[in-house]
Each structure stands twice: as C-alpha cells, then as structure tokens.
C-alpha cells in the first residue's frame, strides 16, 4: 500500500457552535498560531451562517479550507430548510461532512440518503468527509464490523474507483463523541485496518491506500500524538477541542510522520 501520498487530515467541527463574530474572533487568533505548518491540510467546519465570513478571511491561507456540515442532494427546490452544494460552491467551500452521527442519529439519516448526498458532493465538486461509527450496544453486541461495511457500502456505493481518493472517510465511535472517552489506539488501529481492507475489496490496495481514514471522538491535544502515531490513521475530525484557537492549535501541529 503506497501510504507515502496520504497527507494528513486534521478537521474541526464546530457543530452548532460559534456566531459570525466568534468565528471572525477565533480565526484572528488561530492562523497566526498555526502559520508555519505545512505538510498537512487543516479544515474548519462552521455552521452555515459563518461560512461567508470565514471564507472571506480564509482565501489568502493556504493551510486552512472550509467544510460545510451538511448539505442536501439536490441542487435547488422546495425543500426548505436545506442547503445545495452550489451554494457551498459559490462560497468557495472545498469540503463536506456527511452522514455525521448527530445527523444520523438526532436527525434521523439514512445511509440511503447519506449515499445520494455523496454522490451529489463528487458531481459539484465538493469532497466529502464520510461519517461513520458504531454505537456502544452494536459494539458490545459485535456488531461493529457489520454495522462498518453497511456504512461504507452506502456511502461509496456510487464512487467510482477515480474519484474514491477524493472521499475522506472518518471513523468515529458513537461512544466516543463528546465523552471524553476516546478509543484506545488499539480500537482505533482495529477498526481504521478493518476500513482499509474493506476499501481494499471494493476499489484495490492502491486505492484503499491513497484514502485518508480520519479518527474521530474525543480527540485533544493529550492524545492526537498517540493517535497519530498508528499506521491507518491519517488525521482527526475534532468536536469540542476544536472550539478553542489555544487547543486546537495544539491538534493541528501534532506529529505527522
Ligand atoms: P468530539 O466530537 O471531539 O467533541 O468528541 C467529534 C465529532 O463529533 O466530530
């Protein structure tokens, strides 16, 4: 597997935090903190409404782009409350959450449709970060490589081996999403090897070796370097440390190699 050419990931989502001017507040502090970094792509996720404000301070960094939290699959029509993927284009957002637990579980989506928004986000170009993660009674039941494939199968069920490496997969335990109780390195490398050999039997190693597999869940400075440091995990999407320009620049200049 050529895992040289994977460049590490690492991914804030504010969920439903942070007004325009919070945003415009933390992002004055959190560049200059992180502007010698290279070798490694930084990505915030605002809510909606800051986008705007964050991308306009954004355009000069090339260190930092912008995700979206969500968004729906069709491009325009009555579906009110929804975003399209042409308005997150014409924002200059690059990427995508989907298929996010909160989403799934709060909000009730369907890998069906989590399938379709993906495919929507490669047509308009736009990257996913595909979502995926077992809850703590799938696991305790061994469920969890079952409930895994059922994800993935969805979520890439209409990439085509050209475009697979344009999706980031994030693994993140339902369990461990604002708990503060984060996977053990041993439970994070099970579960990203089980996902890169899945990906393997879909696409082929080559493949499966250029897609970044982001651990998600409870991530912070104390153990970024601990999760770093495992072969099949290529970045963090982080929650609640993210909020902070101090902590989550502490994520961002983890140890890369
Ligand atoms: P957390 O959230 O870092 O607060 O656990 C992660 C996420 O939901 O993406």
């Keep these: 597997m050529n895992s040289l050419k994977r460049i590490p990931v690492l991914a804030a989502n504010w969920k439903m935090y942070k007004t325009v001017g919070e945003t415009r507040e933390f992002l004055h502090v959190f560049l200059p903190m992180v502007d010698k970094l290279s070798e490694r792509e930084v990505i915030i996720a605002p809510p909606f409404t800051a986008l705007s404000a964050a991308s306009e301070i954004l355009k000069e960094s090339e260190l930092v782009t912008l995700a979206a939290q969500n968004m729906y699959f069709e491009q325009k029509g009555g579906f009110t409350g929804e975003i399209s993927s042409i308005m997150l284009k014409e924002l200059g957002i690059k990427w995508v959450i989907l298929g996010h637990s909160e ?6 989506e369907k890998n069906s449709l989590i399938a379709l928004k993906v495919k929507s986000a490669l047509e308009n170009d736009l990257l996913p970060i595909l979502c995926i993660g077992e809850k703590l009674e799938e696991r305790e039941g061994g469920l969890m490589h079952e409930i895994l494939e059922r994800q993935l199968s969805a979520g890439f069920s209409e990439v085509s081996s050209a475009e697979a490496d344009k999706v980031v997969v994030a693994y993140e335990p339902v369990w461990a999403i604002g708990t503060g ?4 390195p041993d439970q994070a490398q099970d579960a990203h090897i089980h996902i890169r050999s899945w990906l393997t039997g879909l696409f082929d190693s080559d ?3 250029q897609i970044r597999i982001l651990y998600g869940g409870s991530v912070k400075p104390e153990n970024i ?3 770093m440091a495992l072969p099949d995990v290529d970045g963090a999407l982080v929650g609640g440390a993210s909020l902070k320009p101090e902590s989550f620049s502490q994520i961002v200049s983890c140890r890369t190699s």
Excluded: D, V
């Excluded at 989403?103 to 009730?108: N, Q």
């Design 225 to 227: 370097n601990e999760l």
């Design 103 to 108: 989403r799934r579980h709060i909000f009730g």
């Design 181 to 184: 109780r984060t996977a053990t």
């Design 207 to 209: 493949i499966a070796g």
